[in-house]
């Protein structure tokens, strides 16, 4: 009965700012991290960010820094990704996901234990 259940997708233009949010029920994430990725059809899952959801320690793959912030509602049910200055290459469905062993690289999407169906952004003119 766990779900994840990711919203704020769409189609926009470049340059536009999105706020996506990933709602967590029937499960206690309380110690786990929450993890934002996308994946291009055909292809494997590639990291974003994640956040740690006891400590709210936030971590980011190396080239989505300059764009992407991760960040949590205080009921720890609800993480959010803020993605600005978007660009036709961005255009991907985004999951969220959630790790029990909430690694210092929890941005990566392996030892993952919940995935979200997830939300689609198209960035084009």
């Known amino acids: 009965q766990v779900q994840l259940v990711e919203s704020g997708g769409g189609l926009v233009q470049p340059g536009v700012s999105l706020k996506l949010s990933c709602a967590v029920s029937?499960?206690?994430?309380?110690?786990?991290?929450l993890g934002w990725f996308r994946q291009a059809p055909g292809k494997e899952h590639e990291g974003i960010s994640c956040?740690?959801?006891?400590?709210?320690?936030?971590y980011y793959a190396e080239s989505m820094t300059a764009r992407f912030t991760i960040s949590r509602y205080t009921d720890k049910n609800t993480v959010y990704l803020q993605m600005n200055n978007l660009k036709p290459q961005d255009t991907d469905p985004y999951l969220c996901?959630?790790?029990?062993?909430?690694?210092?690289?929890?941005?990566?999407?392996?030892?993952?234990?919940?995935w979200g169906k997830g939300s689609r952004v198209t960035v084009s003119t």
């Open positions: 029937g499960f206690d994430s309380d110690y786990h991290a």
């Open positions: 956040i740690s959801n006891w400590y709210g320690s936030t």
């Open positions: 996901a959630t790790e029990r062993v909430a690694t210092l690289r929890c941005y990566r999407p392996t030892l993952k234990d919940h």
